[in-house]
């Protein structure tokens, strides 16, 4: 019989975030997978925790996963942790658990804490909807595709930064989208937390003269109703009507919903439209 992995979320920063849950859990196991070992008996050590540790981290996943499958097919439950945060979630973690799946070996993931949220919830920024992308890539051409993917979502938009990499994202975001409004979320749950809504501009000149010191979240503003409406508007206004249906029509809408679509965006009877349509 195998044994299960256990994905254990570990504290973002105050220690006394983790849940009984998890000490119950990393007590029972036989083997704990930190992506940095030194920093988990950081951990192990507060909480009086002595157990076998190895190591799991995005350099060596693919094949420590292989040895943690033949460790759990040996019926050994193993917890996997990262350094802060849910494995899995901008951590290694998702390699083993493909493999779980594949291999049909039970696993268990806790909830815990996550520094997605609980920026989220501080930016006072809309939280019904939002879009997480982790750390932006270091490649440009990359990076410029995430931005090209969530530009003109509304939804407030997630990610994580690094101290020394600040100042040029910031200024790649105000030149790709504009200056929104962003919350810097730093030292989440630390004795130094702090948390900075201002506008992308603002953050700019603000960080220009105050060196930016540990991890980063940045939560940003979507782009509003009222800013696509105006694109949208923008796009047709120097159009005549019939030049307006013959727009949609080329995006593959019929005649029919093409005239609709011109009456609500221009806010005139239907009637109107039509008379447009009839030749096309």
């Known amino acids: ?14 220690l006394k975030d983790i849940t009984l849950r998890a000490l119950e859990v990393l007590q029972a196991v036989d083997i704990i997978a930190a992506e940095d070992t030194r ?18 981290h995005k350099f060596n996943e693919n094949i420590k996963s292989d040895n943690i499958i033949e460790s759990l097919m040996r019926g050994k439950n193993i917890a996997l942790v990262s350094d802060a945060g849910t494995p899995g979630i901008s951590d290694p973690g998702s390699v083993i658990i493909k493999r779980c799946i594949q291999e049909n070996i039970p696993f268990e993931v806790l909830t815990g804490a996550t520094a997605v949220t609980t920026a989220l919830v501080y930016s006072g920024l809309d939280t019904t909807k939002f879009l997480f992308r982790g750390f932006l890539p270091r490649d440009n051409k990359d990076k410029k595709q995430v931005i090209e993917d969530v ?6 938009l997630v990610f994580y930064e ?12 105000l030149e790709n989208l504009g200056d929104r409004n962003i919350a810097l979320c730093r030292e989440l749950t630390k004795l130094h937390e702090e948390i900075i809504r201002i506008s992308l501009k603002e953050a700019i000149e603000y960080y220009t003269s105050n060196a930016p010191k540990g991890e980063f979240v940045l939560v940003i503003e979507g782009k509003s109703n009222e800013e696509i ?3 949208i508007e923008a796009a047709w206004q120097e159009l005549t009507i019939e030049e307006h249906i013959k727009k949609y029509m080329s995006e593959g809408y019929n005649k029919k919903d093409s005239v609709k679509m011109v ?16 030749n096309l």
């Open 229 to 231: 409406k105006r694109e």
């Open 263 to 278: 009456t609500k965006d221009r806010g005139i009877s239907k009637s109107e439209v039509y008379k447009y349509s009839i």
């Open 162 to 173: 690094a101290p020394h990499r600040l100042q040029k994202t910031l200024e790649f975001l």
């Open 1 to 14: 019989m195998s044994g299960k992995l256990y994905v254990v979320p570990t504290p973002i920063g105050n």
């Open 39 to 56: 920093q988990s008996l950081k951990l192990l050590n507060h909480f009086n925790i002595k157990k076998p540790l190895i190591s799991y």
């Open 151 to 156: 530009k003109n979502r509304p939804e407030t």
